[in-house]
């Protein structure tokens, strides 16, 4: 599975970014799909995650929003009420099915990321 994110940029605290990862390769609903982040000099955190269901982090929770068109091969971010504290690059990663996905070594493939800056 290839995996390429898209979106990403620079917004004012309180703005909104919608974050694109296009998959190819093998079948896509044969995963779950996540979002991950890494901000400087920290660890790549959970952001959400989703198969039948939707999972967040606490720190997105009513913020942010994932979603997947599979006739489209392509999960979404869609993130709000932007903070200073969501600078990071955002990963977009896959794993099989009824894994843990709010751990990163639970996923097998993983796209290049791109860089989300809030500015307050």
């Known amino acids: 599975v290839q995996l390429v994110e898209s979106g990403g940029g620079l917004v004012q605290a309180g703005g909104s970014l919608r974050l694109s990862c296009a998959a190819s390769?093998?079948?896509?609903?044969?995963?779950?799909m996540g979002w991950f982040r890494q901000a400087p000099g920290k660890e790549r955190e959970f952001v959400a995650a989703?198969?039948?269901?939707?999972y967040y982090a606490d720190s997105v929770k009513g913020r942010f929003t994932i979603s997947r068109d599979n006739a489209k091969n392509t999960v979404y971010l869609q993130m709000n009420n932007l903070k200073p504290e969501d600078t990071a690059v955002y990963y977009c990663?896959?794993?099989?099915?009824?894994?843990?996905?709010?751990?990163?070594?639970?996923?097998?493939?993983w796209g290049q990321g791109t860089q989300v800056t809030v500015s307050s």
């Open positions: 990663a896959a794993a099989n099915l009824f894994s843990v996905y709010q751990r990163k070594d639970e996923y097998n493939y």
């Open positions: 390769g093998r079948t896509f609903t044969s995963y779950a």
């Open positions: 989703i198969d039948w269901s939707t």
